[in-house]
């Protein structure tokens, strides 16, 4: 995961204050798009801009990413929003809920480090991360 970097931009202002006016100054924070990777099974790459508060999965429906398919909506009761991280985002990222674990105990495919996307949220910490997308969803 890369480091987060917020825009900042200063903003003056004149602002009427008792018998006259005074100028204020402040620093706006703009908020900025953390960049999410996903891979597809083949190795073709889509790289899309999350919002922060948001899933990782509706990072991918929101950009048409292929392989994510999120049937439940983020319910967290398909495992069709699965996805593989590589060690260290998947240690960094957290425990798994009991409810994403028995779920994702129902996929074929589940790997070590593999989690639903439906269950990760969209943080400033995760500009850059990249995640497998595997073979297929069940
Ligand atoms: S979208 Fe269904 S479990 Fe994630």
């Known amino acids: 995961m890369g480091k987060y970097l917020s825009q900042t931009q200063l903003i003056e ?3 009427r204050y008792m018998d006259g006016w005074i100028k204020i100054r402040f620093r706006q ?3 900025t798009m953390p960049r999410i990777t996903f891979i597809e099974f ?16 509706r990072a991918a429906i929101d950009n048409n990413v292929p392989g994510i398919d999120a049937d439940c909506g983020g319910e967290c009761s398909c495992a069709t929003c699965h996805v593989i991280l590589n060690d260290f985002d998947y240690i960094n990222l957290g425990s798994l ?5 028995s779920m994702l105990g129902l996929n074929p495919e589940t ?3 593999s989690r639903l996307s439906c269950q990760i949220t969209v943080t400033e910490e995760l500009d850059g991360i990249r ?8």
């Open 13 to 15: 202002s004149d602002v």
């Open 29 to 31: 924070i703009e908020p």
């Open 42 to 57: 083949d190795g073709t790459e889509h790289t899309v801009e999350g919002v922060v508060g948001n899933s990782l999965m």
């Open 97 to 101: 809920s009991e409810n994403e674990d």
């Open 111 to 113: 790997t070590q480090t």
């Open 131 to 138: 995640v497998q997308i595997p073979e297929f969803q069940f």
